[in-house]
């Protein structure tokens, strides 16, 4: 209630099952939902042995039945009182998810790839064009032959009379229309899943890239608050139906400490230490450097020495006119 972690309580989710929970509440954005059959609770541990996900062709999301075959029309029923407390159905609230959404992206970014490296078969190579003085369809037919060869052997024998020359293409940017294809697909993919690209282009303006990074990390903020409200709504009951030791008012939060590069922390560092002492293992921490007794300290100490009254033993005219009422001396 405090907002203090509850180290043992922590303890019983840092396991492997755990992770795969949360796996399986972030899939269903992509997959449009997820269906995870909890495990029995170890007693050695106190924890769940495991987390599993249900093959999805086997759910019928609208119905919560889960089918022994995909085109079964009646199965168990997970809301039931016998099983409600071993599956969890999470509904990513995107329909029938970001994947549907990036069909049309992903089938062209295939279409690109496969007619890229048809048009490099066909037009990445010179193509090899060879001239005999003999109009003997035999002896054309052993030249090309020859010409075959030789792309493996590097070694071909003509007659005096024989020509061979390498013809390029006139143009080589033809291929930029596949390359600019799957490079659109990238960015539609990207910012479908994280609402923008510039994070992920290998060069960015700096300005739009810090604009567009606070974007995705307002998504992922959402998305932190999406798990979180999943696992201490729909989980947290059923670990403590299925025995596990949940306190009273535990709740699962991530933590919010401000991610910020080494740059940025430097700054707040050197602004804090104009107002705050900050203790040298905060220091470690963050830059590794160990530090002693910090400077700054010793120069207040300095500073207060000297602001004491010393008046007398400088001779401080001012000082020693303010006795005088009369300013005889």
């Not at 020359?165 to 910012?191: A, C, G, H, P, W």
Request: hydrophobic letters at 35%.
């Amino acid at each position: 209630d405090d907002g203090s972690i509850n180290k043992e309580a922590t303890k019983l989710i840092k396991k492997r099952w755990f992770s795969q929970y949360i796996r399986g509440v972030l899939e269903s954005k992509l997959y449009g939902y997820t269906l995870m059959e909890l495990g029995e609770v170890d007693k050695a541990t106190g924890t769940l042995k495991e987390v599993k996900q249900v093959e999805r062709r086997n759910v019928c999301p609208s119905d919560g039945i889960v089918v022994e075959y995909f085109h079964d029309a009646s199965g168990w029923d997970i809301n039931s009182d016998e099983l409600k407390t071993d599956y969890v159905l999470v509904d990513g609230e995107e329909g029938f998810g970001w994947l549907l959404k990036a069909i049309p992206v992903v089938m062209s970014k295939r279409f690109a790839l496969s007619s890229h490296t048809q048009y490099a078969e066909t037009y990445g190579t010179p193509l090899i064009v060879g001239k005999t003085m003999d109009d003997d369809d035999n002896e054309k037919q052993k030249l090309a032959d020859d010409i075959a060869s030789a792309r493996d052997t590097r070694v071909i024998v003509t007659g005096l009379e024989d020509e061979i020359r390498f013809e390029s293409q006139i143009s080589n940017d033809t291929n930029k229309i596949y390359t600019e294809l799957v490079r659109l697909t990238n960015d539609e993919l990207t910012m479908l899943i994280l609402g923008q690209s510039a994070t992920t282009e290998s060069q960015a303006y700096a300005g739009s890239a810090e604009i567009q990074y606070r974007v995705m990390v307002d998504r992922v903020q959402a998305i932190r608050e999406f798990v979180e409200n999943n696992i201490n709504e729909d989980l947290l009951w059923r670990l403590k139906e299925k025995g596990m030791n949940i306190p009273e008012g535990v709740t699962f939060q991530y933590s919010h400490i401000m991610e910020m590069t080494p740059e940025q922390k430097k700054d707040l560092f050197r602004v804090l230490l104009q107002n705050y002492e900050i203790p040298s293992d905060e220091i470690y921490a963050n830059f590794g450097v160990k530090v002693g007794r910090q400077i700054l300290e010793e120069a207040n100490d300095q500073l207060l020495t000297y602001g004491e009254d010393t008046s007398k033993e400088r001779g401080n005219p001012d000082k020693e006119k303010s006795k005088d009422p009369e300013g005889t001396k």
